[in-house]
């Protein structure tokens, strides 16, 4: 393949990863596509073609199925003791975090992210996540049970691995996603099939090299490159996969939910979310408006929590709108491997395209534009950081998932009446986070109750630990990702019963 002049920015080592010949993981072997098809792969900062992937379809997920059920089955891995298992994902972890700058820079060549944030964000949350799953491979109990149907019965619970899992994940977070997909896996002793998402594949490639320099055996793992209707939908409907856990649209979480009928394999959704940030007059205003645009700006908006409906009591309304403003005017925007960069584009053209079109939308229903609202610059996915006021309850960009750096502002009046307010906050089909600012710690937990969402931050947003359950109420999704929680996820629970 014809080398290509990569941004001079990017170390030799990564470089040279990129330029080269990029190959699927199935069955212990890089392979490419049956087809033999490959696929570009775009710098989201000015648009030209980086490199060529595999374009995997149901012959390849085909294949991938049947190893990792070879190996569930009968393979060294469904032999291998708690603790080898946890030794395992404790090297991969070790391996990974030497290759960390790497890993950063191909996060940001391919997502767009600007490097600093991958540095310190999802490249460490990622090592962390595999290290704290490690851990749990030892420690997966069951009960003894007494039973009432006689004292002569011996009764206890065992978790199992659920078998074989295929992993479907988006581009936001390329690499955080594969973590929190594949080690709860890998923890439990699943085998998986794991689909990168096409607009980012890169750090995912790098990540199933180091699986093997790790030594899992042939099948454990299996990585994908390809398109949803390609390659992820013959993952959700095959009968030889156990379970389907996918991150991304709910559009396609109920695609995902659809197509797992046919063997009922379990399935764990965790989908878009429209969470609010919401603003008391008591809160320390400076922590809040900086979190408030935080909450929103980070990773370009890209976040399924992403705090994109701003309330704020009426009392500080127009010093809040002001202060997030101020903030998105100062943010500096440019290509995600300038050191310099806060706010980098958007990950492709047609996100870029959703995204400008809320914004027209919010605009032509009479909303106004109290920041940003263009593009920036002619090249690439910019879309400047954008705050959005005037706004009704009804219009799309207070409704719908933005996913871009674009917030709603809306005041609320309720000096007592929580009620109305949690009712306001809650008026989504959403259900996934929110963040309530307040110096009051009888209002943040009274909020904290009445707010259906998965998660409730006060007086922060998008903090994120691996030991964290992390999920979504009503159309966020089914299941948790992260924390103890997960590894229900991948387990199937068995009673044995003994008669003495
Ligand atoms: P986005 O709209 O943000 O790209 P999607 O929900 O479309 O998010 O994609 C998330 C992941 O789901 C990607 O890996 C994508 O390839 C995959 N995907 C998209 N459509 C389907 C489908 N019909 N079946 C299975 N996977 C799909």
């Known amino acids: 393949m014809a080398t290509l002049a990569l941004d001079p920015r990017l170390s030799t080592v990564t470089a040279s990863f990129v330029n080269g010949k990029h190959s699927m993981l199935i069955d212990g072997q890089f ?41 569930f089955d009968s393979g060294p891995w469904s032999k291998m003791t708690p603790s080898e298992r946890s030794r395992m994902i404790w090297k991969l972890a070790d391996l990974f975090e030497q290759h960390a700058e790497e890993f950063a820079e191909l996060e940001s060549l391919d997502n767009g992210k600007p490097v600093s944030v991958a ?67 890998l923890a439990t002793g699943c085998t998986v099939v794991l689909k990168l998402a096409e607009q980012t594949p890169l750090s ?36 030889l996969v156990d379970k389907v856990a996918f991150t991304g649209s709910t559009e396609v979480g109920k695609l995902i939910a659809k197509a797992a009928t046919g063997n009922l394999k379990k399935v764990t959704l965790e989908l878009g979310g429209k969470s ?26 890209q976040c399924c929590c992403a705090g994109s409906r701003l309330l704020a009591h009426d009392s500080v309304f127009d010093q809040v709108v002001e202060g997030v403003s101020n903030i998105a005017g100062r943010i500096r925007m440019g290509p995600g491997l300038d050191p310099a960069t806060e706010l980098g584009p958007l ?21 106004k534009i109290a920041a940003g609202g263009k593009r ?7 879309v400047q950081p954008t705050v959005i006021k005037d706004v009704k309850p009804d219009m799309k960009v207070v409704e719908e998932e933005i996913f871009g750096p674009v917030v709603t502002a809306q005041s609320f009046s309720t000096d007592a009446d929580l009620e109305r307010l949690a009712a306001q906050a809650n008026d989504t089909i959403y259900g996934l986070a929110a963040s309530v600012w307040t110096r009051d710690i009888s ?10 969402a998965g998660t409730v931050w006060v007086n922060c947003h998008n903090v994120f630990d691996a030991a964290l359950p992390f999920g979504g109420y009503k159309q966020s999704g089914w299941g948790r990702e992260m924390g103890a929680e997960v590894l229900n996820n991948y387990t199937e629970l068995k009673a044995v019963t003994i008669k003495l």
């Open 204 to 239: 995912g490639l790098r990540l199933a090299e180091l699986i093997q320099e790790a030594g899992f055996p042939a099948g454990v793992v299996n990585i994908l490159t390809g398109f949803g209707e390609g390659a992820g939908a013959p993952l959700a409907q095959h009968d």
């Open 276 to 301: 609010p940030a919401i603003i008391f007059p008591d809160a320390d205003m400076d922590v809040a408006i900086a979190g408030a645009a935080s909450a929103v700006f980070f990773n370009q908006g």
């Open 376 to 382: 920036h610059t002619d090249r690439g996915y910019f």
């Open 31 to 71: 392979v490419s596509a049956a087809s033999g098809k490959t696929f570009p792969v775009y710098n989201p900062a000015d648009g030209e073609v980086i490199c060529e992937v595999p374009e995997a379809e149901a012959a390849d997920a085909d294949r991938a199925v049947r190893a990792a059920r070879k190996a």
């Open 347 to 367: 990950v492709s053209q047609e996100q870029f395209e959703r995204v400008t079109g809320y914004i027209d939308s919010g605009t032509k229903q009479g909303a």
């Open 443 to 452: 209002t943040a937990h009274k909020m904290a109750r009445k707010i259906r």
């Open 119 to 185: 540095r310190v964000a999802d490249v460490p949350l990622a090592v962390d996540l595999f290290r704290y799953m490690g851990g749990w491979s030892t420690k997966l109990l069951g009960n003894t049970i007494p039973l009432s149907a006689g004292l002569n019965f011996h009764a206890y619970t065992m978790r199992e691995p659920i078998g074989v899992v295929a992993q479907i994940i988006p581009w936001n977070f390329p690499l955080l996603m594969a973590a929190w997909k594949l080690g709860p896996a």
